[in-house]
Each structure stands twice: as C-alpha cells, then as structure tokens.
C-alpha cells in the first residue's frame, strides 16, 4: 500500500462497524452472460443483509423509481411513521463486477494503463458506465429491502492509485455516511494511477484497505461457491477447506480439514477475462484482513451458510454443519 494515505488519520465512528460484505460478481451476476444481473441472487441476498442488518420486520421499500411494467412511482407516506425502525447494525457492502465491466476492461487493457491511448480512454469510459450500471441495480434491490444504501464509486469518491496500489481514498465520506445512518455501496472500478494513467481497482482490495482502517468485527466474502477448495470445485475430489490459518509474517496453512498431502499447494483457476486476479486476489487480500486479526467468512451466496456467517452466528467455533471457509489469524 502506498504510504501517502493520509486522509484516513480523519475518520472517526462513534459506534464499531459490524461487518464488511462483499457481494462477489461471480455470486450476483450471470459471468458467462454479459451484464446480466442474477435476479434470484441478488433478491436473496439482499433480503439476508435486511434481516442481519435491521431489527424491524416491516419492509418498507426505499426505491422511489419507476420499474419496468408499471406507469407509477410507489411511495407510501403511512409507511414512514413509528413502525419503520433502522436500529443501525453497521455495514459497508463492497460487490464486484462479475459480467458487468471486465468485458470493456480486458478489451480495451485499461488496467494496463495508458490513458493517452484513444482505445483505453474509450474502455475507461464504457468500463464505468458498466460497473456504474450494477452498482445501481444493487443498491435499488438493497432500498427495495428497506436498507438504506447509498452508492459510492471509488472513482467518483477520491479513491486513485500509484502503480496499482492504493494512494488516495476518502474513508472519511465513507464514515460520514455511516454515521449519518447509510449503507455505504463501494465496488471494483476503473481509476486514475499516478504513475500508469489508470488502472482497475478491485472490490476485494478496497475491502482489505476499509478493514485495516475502519476495523470492522468480520467480513464475509459471498461467492458462487461454497469456500476455498483445494483445488478447482469442478473437480470431483475437490474438498473444501473449512478453516484457514495465518500467520503474523502473512504465510498461511489449512487446519481443518486435514489434508492427506499437507505441502500441496492449493490450486487456483483464474478466468481468463478476469482483470482483478479472480480467487487469488480474494485469498491474499483475505490473508492480509485476517492478519489484521479481523476473521474472514468466505461462503456461498443466497444460501443457509451465508445467511448464518453474516449474522456472526459462525463466529468463535465453526459448527461442524456449517458449509464455508473461514480465514483467522493465530499466535504462535
């Protein structure tokens, strides 16, 4: 991380964030469809953040906008009196891009930089409009659920990077929304790099820098698989690695299950497409949150599992039926 991140010496929270959620564009998108939302997913997984987020049973949407097929704008006044209560379990949601924008990424090569080159700055453009486009569909089906969100686009908000790592982010617009009583909505986006001209910053590394400064209790990863396999899922012994180690020097080991050939190294497909590093990024940077002594839940989304590992109800031991992975640091 660059060291001229000064602007996070700002942020103050009155009260602790709970949790860190990352809505994976694999989990909430269809990724062999270009930008098309997985409707069902997202419904679900927006009704599981609802019932972990806010105390009150009564949804009220927030979404005052026209949707397809009706003629009207649905706001019912009666609804805001004392029935709706928002008792403020903090969270950030950070979703990536899934087929929305990796598509005009890898194309045009924008998160290799060059900005003076007329196809990158034409892919920089269609690669916002896209990721732009989800983070509005998210946070329409998140308000629908009467969670009060708000989208925040890195780019829009400050967020840059020098030579592909973090140089500047506006934490404190981020805990002032928090404090003010929103959902503050990030994702993965395309932004300015003080020394390639742009690049693509992923959703699982602005996770990881939000965890080191704003502290949150656990995050959650919610991906289109059940956790970390050690090796890819499709395979037909593929085994589900339930309980990650790491290490204060960042080295990581599996603890549960144990494996038969305990040096073999976990394999990894990334997409081809896919210009943030795929699983990769999501371990390491999961790596890092759990070294900061924050504990990671990776789990599927829409799911029993996920719905249990948002609600903190994972937390401490794992139970023995509960299908994921989690990351935890431990002192040696």
């Avoid at 070294?291 to 994972?314: C, F, N, P, Q, W």
């Amino acid at each position: 991380m660059a060291s001229n991140v000064n602007e996070t010496n700002d942020v103050t929270l009155t009260k602790p964030i709970r949790c860190i959620v990352k809505l994976g564009g694999a989990a909430i998108t269809c990724k062999n469809e270009l930008e098309k939302i997985n409707e069902e997913n997202l419904e679900i997984v927006s009704s599981q953040l609802r019932q972990t987020m806010i105390s009150s049973e009564n949804v009220v949407s927030l979404d005052w906008s026209k949707r397809p097929g009706n003629s009207d704008i649905s706001c019912n006044v009666d609804s805001f009196g004392d029935q709706l209560s928002f008792d403020a379990n903090k969270f950030i949601v950070v979703h990536g891009a899934g087929s929305f924008g990796h598509f005009q990424a890898s194309k045009s090569g924008v998160h290799k930089g060059g900005l003076d080159q007329p196809f990158v700055k034409a892919g920089f453009v269609a690669t916002r409009i896209s990721v732009t486009t989800l983070n509005l569909e998210i946070v329409r089906a998140l308000a629908r659920e009467g969670i009060p969100s708000i989208g925040m686009p890195p780019f829009s908000c400050g967020w840059s990077t020098s030579g592909r790592n973090i140089a500047s982010a506006d934490l404190p617009a981020v805990s002032k929304a928090i404090e003010s009583g929103f959902i503050p909505v990030l994702h993965g986006d395309a932004v300015f790099d003080d020394i390639q001209g742009c690049t693509i910053l992923s959703g699982d590394v602005i996770i990881r820098h939000l965890a080191e400064h704003l502290k949150p209790e656990y995050v959650v990863f919610l991906t289109d698989v059940f956790g970390v396999y050690d090796r890819p899922p499709t395979e037909p012994d593929a085994v589900l690695l339930k309980e990650i180690a790491v290490s204060e020097d960042g080295s990581w080991s599996v603890i549960k299950p144990t494996l038969q050939d305990m040096n073999k190294q976990v394999e990894i497909i990334v997409a081809a497409h896919d210009t943030t590093g795929g699983m990769v990024t999501k371990i390491s940077e999961a790596a890092m949150i759990a070294k900061l002594g924050i504990d990671v839940y990776i789990v599927k989304a829409a799911t029993s599992h996920s719905l249990r590992a948002l609600s903190g109800e994972v937390r401490g031991n794992v139970p023995d039926d509960w299908l994921g992975t989690v990351i935890r640091r431990i002192s040696r």
